[in-house]
Every structure is written in structure tokens, then in C-alpha cells.
């Protein structure tokens, strides 16, 4: 692929919207996207809400969509934008657990303007040397870099979402002083998928029968901001799984039982502190699951892709104008 930078893209960087958004006291919004039904859903809800926005990709989407579709498609994101009537949109797009210096150098070649470096399973010695390493690549070409310290819980691998595993604040001033990360992921107790918690770990509505999932680790979220004031923090897992779409889901021949997230109200109190990039995946796929679900039980004989992926993108449009409007906050905050 010919090597282009993201300015000649129209994308920008994470530098100056992290750095308002931690003083303003909000936080952006990170929506993964794999399919031209979410491209167009995240831009739609970005310019209709006037919020600056990261899209970004996985390794994952990278494999399934292609490397250079997703790059245009990005590019076509901005013009999109423009064509809604956003003057000068503010579109990231970003690289989503990075896990290698070659992958994400393959993303800055490409057009990206952010990337993440995810050495988070690594001694913490090796995390840095790689971060380190990315960050002086990435640097020269304006485009910024998140690491992780910590490790995320998730019940796929069979980590409990244990204390251990939490960002250690002591360590957090020699990493990013000897990494020259731009922002940092931290393990706070989100964990990836839209089952964060065991239900072992949860206590149980008595009226609903749902399960009310373990508080985040404030506390460690606090000790960290007070090692790095002002440094931007990013939450990955924070989907909140909405109950309505999975009950949908359910309804309509799927099954999902327990699925659980992070209630908004934990997120909303993180977006008000030095957390500004909140990581978004897993209630766009339940909010296209459940209205494909519904729309194809209800319309059995329509067989035309535009007929069911028509609601599944309002239907996700939906939710990511609530996330940025009543959790994240990061609504008007375009310029
Ligand atoms: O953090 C993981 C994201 O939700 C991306 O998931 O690797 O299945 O694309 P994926
Ligand atoms: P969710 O699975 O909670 O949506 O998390 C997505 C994420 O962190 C992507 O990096
Ligand atoms: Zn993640």
C-alpha cells in the first residue's frame, strides 16, 4: 500500500481533543467499526451531536474488512461528514490493541492517526521497550500512541476480575515518563465483550432477576490521576450492555443469558475525571444484532440486505447518540 499520512486524509490526531476533553471534564467517544453500516452510523451521530470522534479498528476488522478498504472508508468518513454539513469534522482513526511494532507501523504507513500499543500481557520492563519503540516511530509522523498497564479481566479467559490485575499507580510516572505514551489504558475492572462479569461476581435485582454487576476500583483511578494529573487516561470494556437490546435479542431467537456490562452512571463518573476515550465495541453489535434479529422475525420474507441493515444502523445511530449525549458528555464540543 503506498504510505500517506493521515493529514491528507482529513483525520486528525488525539492530541488536542484529549487534552480538552480532560479539562473539560467529558470524555470522546472510541466506536470499533468493521461494516459500512457502522462508518456511517458513528459519522451520522457524530455530526448530528457536533462531537469529535475516534473510529477505530482491530486487527480483527483489519483481517475481516481489509486494510485498505478500511483506510478509504475512514477517509470517506471525513468527507461524509463534511457532506452532513460538519464544516471541519474532528475523525480519528485509530488502531485498536495494536500487538506488534509492525502492525502498527503498517497503520501509520497507511493513514492512521493514532495507534495503540497494547504490551499490557508483557513484563513491564519489555511494555515499555516496546511502547518506546512505537512511540518514536509514530512521533515523527504527528501521529499519537496509547499503551496499557494493567490487565483487563474478562471471563473468556477465565480471569477474574481480581484486584491483582488492576493498574499498579506506582508504576504508572516511570512508564509514561520513559515511554512517551500520549495517553494510557488502565484496568480499573471493565473488562472486553458483553460478558464482563460472572454472575458469581455480581449481586442480583430482586425484581428483575438481572445481575447488578461489582463497582469500579475508583479508588485506583484516583491514585493514578494523582500520580499523572491532567495525563489522559482511556477506558477499554466499557460497554453497558444494554438489558433492552439483549432482551430483544433474546425475544427473538437468540440467546444471551446473563450478559452483563458497565452500568453508564460508572461511566458517566468516569468521563467527568481524567478519563477522555472511552472504548465502545460491544453494544453496536447488540444494537444491529437485536434490530436484524427483530426486523427478519417480524418480516420473514424480506431477503434484501438494505431491508434489515436499514433499522440496524438507526438502530445503532440510537446508541451512539446516547452514549455521546447522556454518558460520555462530549456533545458541541467540535473547534
Ligand atoms: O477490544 C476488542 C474490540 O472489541 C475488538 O474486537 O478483536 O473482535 O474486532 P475484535
Ligand atoms: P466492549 O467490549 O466493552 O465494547 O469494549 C470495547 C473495547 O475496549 C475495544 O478496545
Ligand atoms: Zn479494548
Known amino acids: 500500500m503506498k504510505k500517506v499520512s493521515y493529514k491528507a486524509l482529513g483525520l486528525v490526531n488525539t492530541k488536542k481533543m484529549f487534552a480538552k476533553a480532560v479539562k473539560g471534564g467529558y470524555a470522546i467517544p472510541a466506536f470499533n467499526f468493521n461494516t459500512m453500516e457502522q462508518m456511517q452510523a458513528i459519522v451520522q451521530a457524530a455530526v448530528e451531536t457536533k462531537s469529535p470522534v475516534i473510529m477505530q479498528v482491530s486487527k480483527g476488522a483489519r483481517k475481516y474488512a481489509n486494510p485498505t478498504i478500511l483506510?478509504?472508508?475512514?477517509?470517506?468518513?471525513?468527507?461524509?461528514a463534511k457532506e452532513l454539513g460538519c464544516k471541519k469534522p474532528e475523525i480519528v482513526l485509530h488502531l485498536d490493541h495494536g500487538d506488534s511494532f509492525e502492525t502498527c507501523k503498517s497503520c501509520i504507513d497507511s493513514g492512521f492517526s493514532s495507534v495503540m500499543i497494547d504490551g499490557s500481557a508483557?513484563?513491564?520492563k519489555d511494555n515499555i521497550k516496546l511502547t518506546k519503540k512505537v512511540v518514536a516511530?509514530?512521533?515523527k509522523y504527528g501521529v499519537t500512541v496509547e499503551a496499557e498497564l494493567g490487565v483487563l479481566a474478562g471471563v473468556e479467559d477465565e480471569v477474574a476480575a481480581e484486584e491483582s490485575h488492576y493498574t499498579k499507580p506506582e508504576e504508572v510516572i516511570e512508564f509514561a515518563t520513559k515511554t512517551g505514551c500520549d495517553s494510557l489504558a488502565i484496568s480499573i475492572g471493565?473488562?472486553?465483550g458483553a460478558y464482563k462479569f460472572k454472575p458469581e461476581q455480581c449481586t442480583r435485582d430482586p425484581k428483575t432477576g438481572k445481575l447488578v454487576p461489582p463497582p469500579l476500583a475508583f479508588d485506583v483511578l484516583k491514585a493514578i490521576e494523582k500520580k499523572l494529573p491532567g495525563f489522559p487516561i482511556v477506558l477499554h470494556g466499557s460497554s453497558s450492555v444494554p438489558q433492552d437490546e439483549v432482551d430483544t435479542i433474546n425475544k427473538y431467537g437468540g440467546k444471551l443469558p446473563d450478559a452483563v456490562g458497565i452500568p453508564e452512571e460508572q461511566l458517566?463518573?468516569?468521563a467527568k475525571s481524567a478519563v477522555c476515550k472511552i472504548n465502545i465495541d460491544s453494544d453496536s453489535r447488540l444494537a444491529m444484532t437485536a434490530a436484524i434479529r427483530k426486523h427478519l422475525a417480524e418480516n420473514p420474507g424480506h431477503f434484501d440486505p438494505r431491508q434489515y441493515l436499514t433499522p440496524a444502523r438507526d438502530n445503532m445511530k440510537k446508541m451512539y447518540i446516547h452514549?455521546?449525549?447522556?454518558v460520555l458528555g462530549s456533545n458541541g464540543k467540535l473547534g
Request: hydrophobic share 40%; no cysteine; proline share 4%.
Open 323 to 326: 452514549k455521546i449525549v447522556k
Open 122 to 124: 508483557l513484563p513491564f
Open 190 to 192: 471493565t473488562s472486553h
Open 137 to 139: 516511530y509514530a512521533h
Open 268 to 270: 458517566r463518573k468516569a
Open 71 to 80: 483506510r478509504y472508508m475512514a477517509q470517506g468518513a471525513v468527507e461524509y
